[in-house]
């Protein structure tokens, strides 16, 4: 069973950083994508950041220049450094990874349970 647990999240002032991190665990063969999503109250999830196996990675546009995403392959484990925050970056943040396991034919997406990220002052 892949399991992706999420650390990092909490309370920060505007300006401030964070940095979260996805650990992937589980019988995985190969981790294809791996990537941050967002939903804040009222609001349906969005995509933050995604970084590829070969590392080529994705902003959405409202966090260009201050996030940063990256991954250590030979942990299974993905980064985001949050610098720059702001109120409307509040919400909660989930990992994201396509992956393939041993036993399965196909690729599939799983999901971490979520980590709150709180800018306020």
């Known amino acids: 069973q892949v399991q992706l647990v999420e650390s990092g999240g909490g309370l920060v002032q505007p300006g401030g950083s964070l940095r979260l991190s996805c650990a992937a665990s589980?019988?995985?063969?190969?981790?294809?994508?791996m990537g941050w999503y967002r939903q804040a109250p009222g609001k349906q999830r969005e995509l933050v950041a995604v970084?590829?196996?070969?590392?080529?990675?994705n902003y959405a546009d409202s966090v260009k220049g201050r996030f940063t995403i990256s991954r250590d392959n030979a942990k299974n484990t993905v980064y985001l450094q949050m610098n720059s925050l702001k109120p409307e970056d509040t919400a909660v943040y989930y990992c994201?990874?396509?992956?393939?396991?041993?036993?399965?034919?196909?690729?599939?997406?799983?999901w971490g349970q979520g980590t709150q990220v709180t800018v306020s002052s």
């Open positions: 589980g019988s995985i063969l190969s981790i294809n994508y």
């Open positions: 994201n990874a396509v992956l393939s396991e041993a036993l399965k034919k196909y690729e599939y997406a799983y």
């Open positions: 970084v590829t196996s070969g590392s080529r990675t």
